[in-house]
């Protein structure tokens, strides 16, 4: 649409609303200025502190994708975005501010017609007041796992949440992982027939650590992956789309070859999620596809640039199943590894999820544990039978390491600190390209 056509910002919005865009807007500008960051946070707060219902008026009358779930929202809704903005303008929450507080902040900031779709990554704790605030058209649900024991909530309370939020939201579709039995248990909470389900086979892993039926507690009468419950009937629901190594399936039979710039299959199922939402609001699942092999960094996920002559990988891993994830994707018996850990508030301050990390599988690797909590890094190490220097900084134990191929994993607030500093060093190079099959 061109500009000369787009109604102006705000006229179709009550009084109350077009203050708050406003001082929203403003707030983010004094933000930005002073340097005191982005101003996500803090416009949307204001904005809200203003009227509450906000995000209710700038989502009346849009197409409203929500992606949640404990991994992977980031990426898939960049894909979601990348497919609607085939056919359409989009707003989207990218800068990673996923609370309530982080939508309204996109949304306010957005100067395109209120009628262009929107895709929003929502943290899973906040997913059902977004869901109240908004009528989505299509809700996708990643997974659920244990994130920040210090001051998230159980998964078993997440799944509840997630059930009664879904109940409230009848007229949303729902794109879910079929793979993960958390995920079903708040979806069939809330659908038990399915009724507007769209499932996804994304071949997860994570159904091997719920060894018990999340609805009633029994031991599975079929094990993951094709789990079942003989005492309440809860069991892996069939599939409508799957994500296969290098392919998506569709409903229709489609099969569709996948070539992303992002490594993994993990990212394969997050390219499928994707498409399945698109689907739903009639982007092909060719072109969400397509549209998602564009994308080669995620806020500096993967991404790959030199540093004082050593070349270095960033990953990325926020919890248990994300350091899992990323471990998985690092090539076995390559270069050095730098793990970094750190304790702040948003890594939260707990770090006994070290132990439910596979670090056994970088045995014979050259490690070097680094970050503020490099002790307790070094005490995990140990005790997986991994050989390992010790160095806080991670950035310097990578110069010191030397090589082309180093690869640095960190845990939130670390990962924000390096890849800091190494895009203020330099360029990236090449983004990294996996092959199908990985
Ligand atoms: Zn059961």
């Not at 892993?205 to 009468?221: E, I, S």
């Not at 629901?237 to 409903?251: F, I, K, S």
């Amino acid at each position: 649409m061109r500009s000369s056509e787009r109604p102006p910002a705000g006229t179709a919005l009550p009084q109350r609303a077009r203050i708050a865009v406003l001082a929203g807007r403003v707030t983010a500008m004094v933000s930005r200025l002073t340097r005191r960051g982005g101003g996500m946070t803090i416009s949307g707060h204001v904005a809200l502190w203003l009227d509450p219902a906000l995000i209710t008026h700038l989502t009346r009358g849009r197409p409203v994708v929500v992606v949640s779930g404990t991994n992977g929202k980031t990426t898939t809704t960049r894909f979601v975005a990348a497919g609607l903005r085939a056919r359409h303008q989009v707003v989207t929450n990218d800068s990673g501010a996923n609370l309530v507080s982080g939508v309204a902040a996109a949304l306010l900031a957005s100067t395109d017609p209120r009628t262009c779709p929107a895709a929003l990554e929502v943290d899973e704790f906040a997913l059902p007041a977004v869901l109240r605030a908004t009528e989505a058209s299509v809700v996708v649900l990643l997974n659920l796992s244990r994130d920040q024991l210090d001051r998230g909530s159980e998964v078993s309370a997440h799944v509840r949440r997630w059930a009664t939020a879904l109940a409230a939201a009848p007229t949303a579709v729902v794109v879910a992982n079929a793979d993960d039995p958390l995920v079903c248990a708040a979806v069939l909470g809330a659908r038990p027939d399915g009724t507007a389900v769209r499932w996804v086979a994304t071949g997860s892993r994570r159904g091997v650590d719920v060894p018990l039926c999340p609805r009633c507690q029994a031991a599975w009468a079929t094990p993951w992956p094709m789990w079942a419950c003989g005492a309440c009937g809860l069991a892996r629901p069939t599939p409508a789309w799957t994500a296969h190594e290098g392919r998506v399936t569709g409903p229709g039979g489609e099969d569709i070859a996948v070539q992303l710039a992002l490594p993994g299959q993990v990212n394969v199922a997050n390219a499928a999620m994707a498409a399945a939402a698109c689907d739903v609001l009639s982007v092909p699942p060719s072109v969400t596809l397509a549209a998602a092999s564009s994308v080669d960094e995620v806020a500096g996920r993967y991404l790959r640039t030199t540093y004082d002559g050593v070349g270095v990988r960033l990953l990325l891993g926020k919890n248990p199943a994300g350091w899992t994830e990323v471990l998985d994707l690092i090539e076995p018996g390559a270069g050095p590894v730098v793990l970094a850990v750190n304790a702040g508030v948003a890594d939260g301050v707990d770090v006994s999820w070290l132990w439910d990390v596979p670090f056994e599988q970088l045995r014979g690797r050259r490690v070097v544990a680094t970050g503020e909590r490099s002790e307790d890094l070094s005490v995990r190490l140990h005790y997986a039978g991994v050989e390992h220097e010790r160095e806080v900084d991670p950035v310097r134990a990578a110069v010191r390491l030397g090589g082309a191929d180093c690869e640095i994993v960190a845990n939130y607030t670390a990962f924000t600190q390096v890849r800091a500093r190494l895009r203020a060093s330099h360029r990236p190079r090449t983004p990294y390209v996996t092959t199908a099959g990985r």
